[in-house]
């Protein structure tokens, strides 16, 4: 596996899809270009699927062609409509519109004319192996299969049997219909393959009408044609399955688009399988399929991530046939570039240490101007209400610091962020010796943290005024394995589960002109990280999320090395 890494230049040069797009184009194979997207709607999208997404949106996009978004629901036992709403509602926010949406179960009355008609023609028989004997009659990598007994059904025998398969006549697993390829065929993908089963089960559209439902080999292909998709992009693990999509459209004489395989995303310290995902889940390691530690879309966005910064990632870490394991710092760079750009600060304390300014006239209250964002001066700036007796973070003050601490200690001073300097003259602790009061003076000379006598303070920390500060809890998140990659390690995923994923701050104060802030929003917590407000938010208790911290903390520990 290769690394993209943070510090890699990421040119982003023309991708070998969007070359044979542009060949197709050029030498007029097609006037159009019409891509889809087709999620199976078992589990909520992840940023593996962005990938997917930007992919198939991107290219009709960049083209002026057309994507549909195609729901391949052809397992009703895992299929579920809230599956199919939040793939909508986060292809949306993604900032993507589909051209037309299809399920792939609109299509199974044409798919069940179509397995006749490959009956008819000799090429699919009805098998009554069960499904453990047609695996164990498959044959391996160096030996052919072994043919069905029922491969040489007559045509007759194999439509009244599908017929009956159809109309319910059979148990679940008792029968399935086969194509009739080549049992020794070094691709084990032609072996014979299933195109229908049995099984009883209520799907999400078709409710029972259907007791056979196609296997995906029999859908996809077929799906693609009917919708005359003309690049049908998927990932690598399909490569070995084209020549089937491609023998069904050759067998049944329909548009037969082209299949084109690209590797897919793989991300450090993340997993990423709906598979698992829904373990999570259901076994309540993390709390749903939106919980801010999860990578699905709905994770990240209640997380505080950007659909920009989302679709900035996809673009550098580009396409190619080769599967690597992207750095999950990437990503998390893409998104502070963004928020960079774009996020309001403000100040909060998450672990405060009050502080009681002696000199200040008691009661006084005085408002200060912050700038809101200085990457952006359109942002403007705001007032925020400063008094004597403020918050400061616990980590901002040390009674015996090292020498190169530069923020608040006993004797001496420290900036406040648009506000004065102060200097500590006393430290109150209670009776078992913990700080729980800094006694200080400020300089009312030094408004606006300039000093007009040149006086040189190194350290600008930031405050909230007590009696104006909103209450928080703020939920401090760190990666949910303790592994960047699970590939090769023994054991189940579930023993690499960080267990300090989730961090809670119950007692944070932030500054008033959050009170106003609705779920969604973000902003810098200036000299901390990135926040979201989450939508646990009551009227009482704002919740706000750490989206991601303010610099590079991997970064920083390599350079060290
Ligand atoms: P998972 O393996 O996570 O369950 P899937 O492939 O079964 O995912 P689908 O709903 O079938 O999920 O995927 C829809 C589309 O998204 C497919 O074209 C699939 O190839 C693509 N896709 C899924 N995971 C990734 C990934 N990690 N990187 C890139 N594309 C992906
Ligand atoms: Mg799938």
Known sequence: MSNVSENSEVVVPKDFIRKIVEEDLACGKHQEIQTRFPPEPNGYLHIGHAKSICLNFGIAQQYRGKCNLRFDDTNPSKEEDEYVESI????????????????????????????????????????????EEIRRTRGTLREPGIESPYRNRSVEENLDLFTRMKNGEFPDGSHTLRAKIDMASPNINLRDPVMYRIMRATHHRTGDRWCIYPM???????????EHITHSLCTLEFENHRPLYDWFCE????????????????????VMSK????????????????????????????????????????????????????DLQLLEACLRDHLNATAPRVMAVLKPLKVVLTNWEPGKVEMLEAVNNPENPDDGTRQIPFTGELYIEQDDFMENPPKKYFRL??????????????????????????????????????????????????????????????????????????????????????DYINPNSLEVLTHCKLEPSLASAEPGFRCQFERLGYFCLDSDSTPEQKVFNRTVTLKDSWAKEMKKQ
């Open 88 to 131: 909508q509602e986060d292809i949306r926010w993604l900032g993507f519109e589909w051209d037309k949406k299809f399920f792939a179960s609109d299509y199974f009355d044409q798919l069940y004319e179509w397995a006749v008609q490959l009956i008819r023609s000799g090429k699919a028989y009805v098998c009554d192996l069960s499904a």
């Open 216 to 226: 995906y080999d029999f859908t996809h292909g077929q799906s693609d044609s009917i």
């Open 409 to 494: 200690q006993p004797g001496k001073e420290v900036r406040l962020r648009w506000g004065y300097y102060i200097r500590c003259d006393e430290v109150v602790k209670d009776d078992a010796g913990n700080i729980v009061e800094l006694r200080c003076t400020y300089d009312p000379a030094t408004r606006g943290g300039q000093s007009p006598d040149g006086r040189k303070v190194k350290g600008t920390i930031h405050w909230v005024s007590a009696a104006h500060a909103i209450d928080a809890e703020v939920r401090i998140y760190n990666n949910l394995l303790t592994e960047p990659s699970l590939n090769d390690l023994p054991g189940d995923f579930l």
């Open 275 to 326: 598979r698992r995902l829904l373990q999570l889940v259901q076994e309540g390691h993390v709390r749903g399929w939106d919980d801010p530690r999860m990578p699905t879309i709905s994770g990240l966005r209640r997380r505080g991530y950007t659909p920009e910064a989302i679709r900035r990632f996809c673009e550098k870490i580009g396409i190619n046939k080769i599967e690597s394991l992207v």
């Open 251 to 270: 067998n049944l004489g329909i548009y037969h688009p082209r299949q084109i395989e690209f590797a897919r995303l793989n991300l450090t310290y993340t």
